[in-house]
């Protein structure tokens, strides 16, 4: 069993940076792949990016290549997504989710979820 939350969320302007952690629990989250969703409203939660257990494979959606970045330290039980150049249209709600040992992209494979934080980015 794992248990996830987010922290972080908050308001920024449109150009601005936040920095979400997930925090974890349990034995296992070490050897567990991460992935960050988020789902703004009225529409489909998305995958934005992820990151293998070992640190060694991530994985960005395109829209968010070159201004976000996924870290862990696995010693901390917590993961990291740092967030720049932020856009209106990254404003969602933002979630953290374990579920594999490999890194996978669709929000079906994760068996475990953060409750959320909401990002808003205002223009």
């Known amino acids: 069993q794992v248990q996830l939350a987010e922290s972080g969320g908050g308001l920024v302007q449109a150009g601005g940076s936040l920095r979400l952690s997930c925090a974890a629990s349990?034995?296992?989250?070490?050897?567990?792949?991460i992935g960050w969703f988020r789902q703004a409203p009225g529409k489909e939660r998305e995958i934005v990016g992820g990151?293998?257990?070992?640190?060694?494979?991530?994985y960005y959606t395109d829209s968010v290549k070159g201004r976000f970045t996924i870290s862990r330290d696995n010693a901390k039980n917590t993961v990291y997504l740092q967030m720049n150049s932020l856009k209106p249209e990254d404003t969602a709600v933002y979630y953290c989710?374990?579920?594999?040992?490999?890194?996978?992209?669709?929000?079906?494979?994760?068996?475990?979820w953060g409750q959320g934080t909401q990002v808003t980015v205002s223009s």
């Open positions: 990151i293998s257990w070992s640190s060694l494979g991530t």
């Open positions: 989710a374990a579920g594999l040992t490999i890194l996978v992209l669709s929000r079906y494979e994760y068996d475990y």
């Open positions: 349990g034995r296992t989250f070490s050897r567990l792949a």
